[in-house]
């Protein structure tokens, strides 16, 4: 089994900084990528910036510039710095971590969400 928590969520004002955190653990033998999602209400959920295993990073649009992906491969860790947050950016966010575990089967695991809210 592997296991994807996330934390760091919470309320913030609009142009205020937070910092999302996510670990992995479990059987895992090797994670190819990983990466954080939203979803607000009523919406569906879309990614917001993803990072491979070799470093390369992806954002979506609206993020681009404020937030920032990073990992800890030690730790099987990632973090989201969110920056100049808007009252757009609140939603549930997920941590997605795609997984080679021990038995050598491939999947993606999720978090249980963490929620972020930006008052204007």
């Known amino acids: 089994q592997v296991q994807v928590v996330e934390s760091g969520g919470g309320l913030v004002q609009a142009g205020g900084s937070l910092r999302l955190s996510c670990a992995a653990s479990?059987?895992?033998?090797?994670?190819?990528?990983m990466g954080w999602y939203r979803q607000a209400p009523g919406k569906q959920r879309d990614l917001v910036a993803r990072?491979?295993?070799?470093?390369?990073?992806i954002y979506a649009d609206s993020v681009q510039g404020r937030f920032t992906i990073s990992k800890d491969d030690a730790k099987n860790a990632l973090y989201l710095q969110m920056n100049s947050l808007k009252p757009e950016d609140t939603a549930v966010y997920y941590c997605?971590?795609?997984?080679?575990?021990?038995?050598?089967?491939?999947?993606?695991?999720w978090g249980q969400g963490t929620q972020v809210t930006v008052t204007s």
């Open positions: 997605s971590a795609t997984v080679l575990n021990i038995d050598n089967v491939g999947r993606s695991y």
């Open positions: 990072i491979t295993r070799g470093g390369r990073t």
């Open positions: 479990g059987r895992i033998f090797r994670i190819d990528g």
